[in-house]
């Protein structure tokens, strides 16, 4: 699934001020084109509500109740059948028959939304409940699909996906890593690249099995491109931490924090799914 990244640019915060206002050393708010008397006047002139960690904060666990929601509707979409106990590892063997409907359809669903959400932020005040189910089904049948042969595994990728998020906001909190214009480019650069490799992948499929092969091999070379696609998934998140900092600091409006967690659940469901892919491969190998 796409970062939201690649959108987060400047321009969101040009003239954001205070709930829109541009306060020069005079007093004089040209945002507003007033003068107030004195300071008790200022602080009674109403002012627009604005970006906050909190409201972030908030907006983010919201959409996570209803990704977890739609994931467990996924869930129960996919059907599995016994086949029997492998020998040498005495594992359980399973075959999953995939909704491919609720599949695909989600998969659109979610990715229509979240275009319009990264060319129209105000919209994800409105879209990001309807996008966090989307994704959260398409999540559901994926990840009962990679539990089917290997069980616990997508309990597995949600603790490393938690585990990651908690080390970059760690890292990013702490300044150890800072976002400086040279990082945000090659982020960026990096996650294009990630989506020209995706692109690819998808029309070899079309023709061959080239594609597929590839992405689920347990070869070195397969396990070294997954771990490279965590790894800029994983940075991907201080570029978000960095936009809603920024947007805080420069008084966004209120519903760019919804915007903000938008941001947030479509980088955490792309480093889910490259986990969980990740994972899958290093217990076949």
Request: charged share 15%.
């Amino acid at each position: 699934m796409q970062s939201s990244n690649p959108f987060l640019n400047d321009k969101y915060f040009r003239g954001a001020g205070a709930g829109g206002a541009v306060i020069d050393a005079t007093g004089t708010e040209r945002g507003w084109g007033q003068v107030p008397p004195s300071y008790e006047a200022y602080e009674s002139t109403p002012r627009t509500a604005t970006m906050t960690m909190g409201g972030v904060a908030s907006a983010t666990g919201v959409m996570l109740v209803f990704v977890m929601v739609g994931a467990w509707f996924g869930w129960g979409k996919v059907t599995t059948e016994f086949l029997g106990i492998e020998q040498g590892t005495g594992k359980r063997v399973y075959s999953a028959d995939l909704p491919m409907g609720w599949l695909i359809g989600s998969m659109v669903i979610g990715l229509v939304l979240a275009l319009i959400c990264s060319f129209k932020p105000p919209m994800a005040r409105i879209l990001g409940i309807p996008y966090a189910i989307a994704e959260g089904v398409f999540l559901g049948i994926i990840s009962h699909a990679y539990d089917s042969q290997s069980q616990g595994i997508a309990i597995q990728a949600i603790v490393a996906t938690a585990g990651v998020f908690l080390a970059m906001l760690a890292l990013y909190g702490f300044r150890i890593l800072r976002v400086t214009p040279r990082m945000t480019k090659g982020i960026i650069a990096a996650t294009f690249g990630v989506l020209a490799l995706y692109a690819v992948m998808f029309i070899s499929r079309l023709f061959t099995d080239a594609g597929t092969d590839f992405m689920q091999s347990t070869s070195l070379l397969s396990i070294g491109v997954s771990l490279l696609i965590v790894g800029i998934a994983a940075f991907n998140l201080l570029l978000d931490f960095d936009f809603i900092e920024r947007g805080v600091k420069e008084g966004l409006p209120k519903e760019m924090e919804w915007f903000g967690a938008f941001g947030l659940i479509v980088t955490l469901v792309w480093l889910y799914l490259e986990l969980l892919r990740l994972l899958s491969k290093l217990q076949r190998r």
